[in-house]
């Protein structure tokens, strides 16, 4: 165990907030799963939008880890869902993706921002399969990437006819 997170489950947030003031890393917690050192860390004022160099965040990587419990206690204790990360995707592909979409939808994030390649949460959910998730809380099913690709042609390219079906009935651009 590091430092940080020692001091986090014995409750000694004056430590933490030493350990945190001197650049220790959050994400290492989040990375591993420890909801009760998030618990902790979110009590002593942890700064959730730090980004590593490659610009994940905690957020971010208990998505990417598949930390369900953990992307709930960022996001209730105040975590920026709306940064566009493409590791925040990366959890929708996993067979979770319709409990992120509900958190996104719940938590008022919009959910037609987009990854640095275009790609949206409903983008993502179409070209994996993610029937229940396509057109939830009003995504913008015409958005296209940067390559202008929309959710109804990834989804026509992975043979998702069921996706395909829900994204004409929403009169998706078939064009």
Same mark, same amino acid.
């Given at each position: 165990? @590091?430092?940080?997170?020692?001091?986090?489950?014995? &409750?000694?947030?004056?430590?933490?907030?030493?350990?945190?003031?001197? !650049?220790?890393? +959050?994400?290492?917690?989040?990375?591993?799963?420890?909801?009760?050192?998030?618990?902790? @860390?979110?009590?002593?004022?942890?700064?959730? !939008?730090?980004?590593?160099?490659?610009?994940?965040?905690?957020?971010?990587?208990?998505?990417?880890?598949?930390?369900?419990?953990?992307?709930?206690?960022?996001?209730?204790? &105040?975590?920026? +869902?709306? @940064?566009?990360?493409?590791?925040?995707?990366?959890?929708?592909?996993?067979?979770?993706?319709?409990?992120?979409?509900?958190?996104?939808?719940?938590? !008022?994030?919009?959910?037609?921002?987009?990854?640095?390649? &275009?790609?949206?949460?409903?983008?993502?959910?179409?070209?994996?399969?993610?029937?229940?998730?396509?057109?939830?809380?009003?995504?913008?099913?015409?958005?296209?990437?940067?390559? &202008?690709?929309?959710?109804? =042609?990834?989804?026509?390219?992975?043979?998702?006819?069921? +996706? =395909?079906?829900?994204?004409?009935?929403?009169?998706?651009?078939?064009?």
């Amino acid at each position: 165990m @590091l430092p940080l997170h020692v001091a986090a489950k014995c &409750g000694h947030r004056d430590i933490v907030s030493i350990l945190l003031e001197a !650049g220790a890393d +959050i994400n290492l917690a989040v990375k591993n799963g420890r909801n009760d050192i998030v618990l902790t @860390l979110i009590a002593a004022g942890a700064n959730w !939008g730090q980004t590593t160099e490659f610009a994940w965040t905690a957020l971010s990587f208990a998505a990417l880890n598949n930390h369900i419990h953990t992307v709930s206690t960022l996001i209730t204790g &105040g975590a920026n +869902i709306n @940064l566009a990360t493409d590791a925040l995707y990366c959890y929708l592909r996993k067979c979770r993706a319709k409990f992120y979409l509900t958190a996104l939808i719940a938590t !008022g994030a919009n959910i037609n921002q987009a990854a640095s390649n &275009g790609r949206t949460p409903l983008f993502v959910a179409a070209q994996y399969g993610h029937k229940e998730t396509v057109i939830a809380g009003g995504a913008n099913i015409g958005q296209a990437t940067n390559f &202008g690709w929309t959710p109804l =042609v990834i989804a026509a390219q992975n043979g998702h006819n069921n +996706i =395909v079906s829900a994204l004409m009935a929403a009169e998706a651009n078939t064009i």
